[in-house]
């Protein structure tokens, strides 16, 4: 609850107050938001989680996002956006063992980085939910079923351009891969240092070279 001293507004409930609310940023709220969503999961973070930590009132965060399940969808577009940088190794003309090198070994360093909660916010998200929430849900399975055709898209392209094995099986080996960043993302959560994920990391490499052509 906000308590305004010495405002009449207070002292007079009937009062409307005048002129616009306090404008704020919403980029820097948002990022707020997502920290909370990351740290406590889309049905663990409360409404008063949310507006505690993005500083704004209720009304303020319906005002700007509509509602809390378009702001989680907010702030996992964001979340998304801070990891570019290492899943842009998909498209980028290097072998196929060194993009995944580098999404492994950045997974690894995001998942155990101390300026935000640990794991990823995508990865292990929403698995579970009450039945309300399966549109939550959905979104978030679909997210990580993006990321398989992603993985499974770029194993093919090391196929085509022969740096990978011809009888390379890339949707087997992409779910592995999906498989060892959710693992990674549980172990992060779990306490894992970032040295022991880069140890994951490297035998999951391992496995993606095994396959080089």
């Known amino acids: 609850m906000t308590i305004v001293k010495n405002s009449s507004a207070a002292k007079n409930p009937g009062v409307r107050r005048r002129g616009r609310p306090p404008a704020f940023d919403r980029e820097t709220v948002l990022s707020a938001a997502r920290e909370t969503f990351w740290a ?13 930590a993005m500083g704004i009132t ?36 290097i072998d196929t063992v060194s993009a995944f090198e580098r999404i492994l070994r950045g997974s690894a360093a995001t998942f155990s980085a101390v300026e935000h909660p640990k794991g990823c916010m995508i990865s292990t998200a929403v698995l579970n939910c009450a039945s309300e929430n399966d549109v939550i849900a959905d979104h978030v399975a679909a997210l990580r079923r993006n990321s398989l055709d ?13 740096d990978m094995k011809a009888d390379t099986n890339p949707r087997a080996l992409a779910r592995f891969l999906g498989a060892i960043v ?26 993606v070279a095994r396959h080089r052509g």
Do not use: H
């Open 40 to 52: 406590y999961g889309y049905e663990g973070a409360s409404i008063a989680d949310l507006t505690a």
């Open 58 to 93: 209720p009304q303020s965060l319906y005002a700007a996002f509509g509602s809390k399940a378009a702001l989680y969808r907010a702030a996992l577009q964001q979340y998304r956006a801070l990891n570019a940088e290492t899943f842009s190794a998909l498209g980028e003309p």
């Open 150 to 162: 992603a993985f499974t898209a770029r194993i093919e392209r090391g196929v085509r351009e022969g």
């Open 182 to 207: 959710q693992g990674m993302s549980v172990q992060a959560r779990d306490g894992a240092s970032m040295e022991e994920l880069l140890d994951i990391a490297s035998f999951a490499i391992a496995e």
